[in-house]
C-alpha cells in the first residue's frame, strides 16, 4: 500500500494492513498521552540513572513522550528506540537530531543482527541490562510472524533485558482485526492457522512470564478504550 494511500485509510478510519505494526501515522489513532496516563509513578528508581528501550518505536513520538514523563521520576533518563521499519526510524531520527537522551535504530529483534546492535548500545554505555523494556502494542506482530515459539522466546529474551517489563499485550479481537485488513489487500499471515494460543493470548502471556520468566507482576492498569492495558513486570532471575 502507498504512503499516500494508507493516510487516507487513517482519515477514514481504518489503519491499513501491515504485516509488523508499521502503521504510518499510528498516533494519530493512539496518542501518546493516553498510554502515559497509564503509568504508575511509583515503580522507577529515582536514585540512580535510567537508561530503557522501546521496543517497535514506530516514528518516535511515544519514546520522546516517554522520556519527557520519566524526567523528573528518575536520575536521568536515556532511551534507545528500535523498530524494524527504516521509513519510521528515519522519522523518528528527524524528530531527535539534538536529543542526546534519545536513540533510534532500525533492527528486527528477531534476528541476531539486531540482538547485536542492542547488545553494543548497553556495552558503550558499561550496561548489563536495561532498567526498563518497553513493549507497547508489540506482542501481537511478535506472534503472527514467528508464532507460538516465537513469542515465547521474545518473552524470555526481554525478561533478560530489562530489570522491568512493562506490556500492551493485545487481545485477541485485535488478532481478527488485523488479519482481516490483510485479507482486504490479499495478503495473509502465514503462521496464523498455526496459532494454539488465541482467545486467552493475554492470560498465557502473563502466565508464561510468571512461571517460566519467574517474573513478578508489579502492577495492572484499567483498560484503555482501545480495549488494552499496561502490565509492568519484574523478571527475578535470568532465563
Known amino acids: 500500500m502507498e504512503m499516500q494511500d494508507m493516510e487516507l485509510d487513517f482519515k477514514g478510519g481504518n489503519p491499513g494492513a501491515v504485516q509488523y505494526g508499521n502503521f504510518i501515522n499510528y498516533y494519530q489513532f493512539h496518542p501518546p498521552e493516553n498510554r502515559l ?11 540512580k540513572p535510567f537508561c530503557a528501550l ?11 513522550a ?45 534476528k541476531d543482527s539486531g540482538k547485536v546492535l542492542i547488545k553494543d548500545y548497553l556495552k558503550k554505555r558499561k550496561l548489563e541490562k536495561f532498567d526498563a523494556v518497553f513493549c507497547f ?8 510472524n514467528h508464532g507460538d515459539e516465537g513469542l515465547r522466546q521474545f518473552l524470555k529474551e526481554i525478561c533478560n533485558l530489562g530489570d522491568l517489563i512493562v506490556l500492551e499485550p493485545q487481545p485477541w479481537k485485535c488478532y481478527r482485526s488485523a488479519v482481516k485488513r ?16 488465541r482467545q486467552t493470548v493475554e492470560d498465557e502471556i ?17 483498560r ?3 480495549g488494552r492495558k499496561l502490565i509492568i513486570f519484574k523478571p527475578l532471575c535470568n532465563t
Open 37 to 47: 496516563k497509564l503509568l504508575p509513578t511509583g515503580v522507577w528508581d529515582k536514585t
Open 54 to 64: 522501546d521496543l517497535g518505536c514506530n516514528a518516535g513520538d511515544l519514546t520522546i
Open 182 to 197: 490483510m485479507k482486504l489487500s490479499n495478503a495473509h499471515f502465514p503462521l496464523f492457522t498455526e496459532l494454539k494460543l
Open 206 to 222: 502473563e502466565r508464561f512470564l510468571v512461571e517460566n520468566c519467574k517474573a513478578s507482576k508489579l502492577y495492572e492498569s484499567e
Open 66 to 110: 516517554l522520556c519527557d514523563f520519566l524526567i523528573g521520576k528518575v536520575a536521568s533518563c536515556n532511551i534507545l528506540g528500535v523498530d524494524i521499519d527504516p521509513s519510521l526510524i528515519e522519522r523518528a531520527q528527524e524528530q531527535t537530531e539534538n536529543n542526546g537522551q534519545i536513540e533510534f535504530i532500525c533492527l528486527d529483534f528477531m
Open 224 to 226: 484503555t478504550d482501545w
Open 137 to 144: 502494542s508489540l506482542t501481537m506482530w511478535i506472534h503472527l
